[in-house]
């Protein structure tokens, strides 16, 4: 099954759903509202025309000003894949958790909110994964400025030489 006829079937079934289709080669992208990501993500695992059993990686990813999620999906049945974007919400850079739909976004998850600061609603344990609890700012953010110290330590490294 390919991308449009993926659309296409979510189309008719979801038909309130707020997405597109856009032709980005290699992959095309399912660009979904966030309001509606949880029943599209519930739709393409539990279809058995879809069976999308596996979350391959979650990404965080900042265009402009505002922050996004990345899902890319895979059907171990069909052997087919699907790639999903989602804006944050623009005041809270919130999206929907999909921690309840496949187990792996719990992790990835943490990482795109300990990275990008991309709040996961309904996270069962969102905090930070890679940097210490105490850390400041997202360090994969376009706006994000390192500190000289970290509890006394340096954490800037001069790389000029």
């Known amino acids: 099954m390919n991308i449009e006829e993926i659309y296409r079937l979510l189309k008719e079934r979801l038909p309130y759903a707020e997405f597109e289709l856009t032709d980005i080669k290699p ?77 792996a976004a719990e992790w990835h998850e943490r990482e795109a909110f300990d990275m990008f600061g991309i709040r996961f609603d309904g996270h069962p344990d969102l905090r930070r994964i890679l940097c210490p609890d105490d850390w400041e700012g997202h360090p994969l953010r376009k706006d994000y400025k390192p500190p000289l110290f970290w509890h006394e330590i340096p954490v800037t490294v001069d790389v000029s030489n």
């Open 27 to 103: 992959i095309p992208i399912l660009s979904i509202s966030g309001n509606f990501l949880l029943p599209v993500a519930e739709y393409l695992r539990d279809n058995v025309d879809f069976a999308f059993d596996s979350l391959m990686c979650l990404s965080g990813l900042q265009l402009g000003e505002e922050l996004a999620a990345v899902y890319h999906l895979y059907s171990n049945k069909h052997n087919h894949k699907v790639t999903m974007r989602v804006k944050a919400g623009t005041e809270d850079k919130s999206i929907p958790s999909l921690a309840a739909v496949w187990l």
